[in-house]
């Protein structure tokens, strides 16, 4: 019991004083740095997504201003068949 209790010290204060507490502590620094990759690799996914998202914002702005130009000139040839 009180080796356990070493250990869990050891783990806690980042100083193991034996060989199963280093180990433990390893296993948390290697499963940090793979969080940590993790964590950029979805950090620029998102960046790729919001500029694909700023794109497709700014194609259906365009194709919303040809929508209304076209509606406009509908608009104006309708007039115009009713006065012809």
């Keep these: 019991m009180a080796e356990e209790s070493k250990n869990q010290d050891a783990v806690n204060t980042g100083n193991p004083t034996?060989?199963?507490?280093?180990?433990?502590?390893?296993?948390?620094?290697?499963?940090?740095?793979?969080?940590?990759?993790?964590?950029?690799?979805?950090?620029?996914?998102?960046?790729?997504?919001?500029?694909?998202?700023?794109?497709?914002?700014?194609?259906?702005?365009?194709?919303?201003?040809?929508v209304s130009a076209m509606t406009d000139v509908l608009k104006e040839m309708i007039k115009l068949a009713k006065l012809g």
């Design 18 to 66: 034996s060989a199963e507490g280093a180990d433990t502590l390893t296993a948390l620094k290697e499963e940090v740095a793979k969080l940590t990759e993790e964590n950029k690799s979805l950090a620029e996914t998102l960046k790729k997504t919001e500029y694909d998202r700023d794109i497709y914002k700014s194609l259906w702005s365009k194709a919303d201003d040809k």
